[in-house]
Nanobody, 115 residues
């Protein structure tokens, strides 16, 4: 059974930082491209960052230069370091494979950026 468990979300002030973690199971993690996605209230889920099995990274324009995705194959974990956070980054953040596996979305972790 494929499972993704996200953690690390919190309430943070604008300009602050957070690091999200996602533990994956049920997949051959080392061979899988992984992505971080987010969904804000009233909006569709969007892909914000991707890291391939070879370590190539891509980012949505809205987070480029502020967010960094990384992975630890030994821990089957993918991370998202978020710096210079803005109110518009407020959302529930999920990880999944890329492209995402339908039916494998976890609970996500809430990130709220507010003063």
């Amino acid at each position: 059974q494929v499972q993704f468990v996200e953690s690390g979300g919190n309430l943070v002030q604008p300009g602050g930082s957070l690091k999200l973690s996602c533990a994956a199971s049920g997949i051959i993690f080392s061979r899988q491209s992984m992505g971080w996605y987010r969904q804000a209230p009233g909006k569709e889920r969007e892909l914000v960052a991707v890291i391939t099995s070879g370590g190539i990274r891509n980012y949505a324009d809205s987070v480029k230069g502020r967010f960094t995705i990384s992975r630890d194959a030994a821990k089957n974990t993918v991370y998202l370091q978020m710096n210079s956070l803005k109110p518009e980054d407020t959302a529930v953040y999920h990880c999944n494979s890329n492209p995402p596996r339908r039916g494998s979305w976890g609970q996500g972790t809430q990130v709220t950026v507010s003063s």
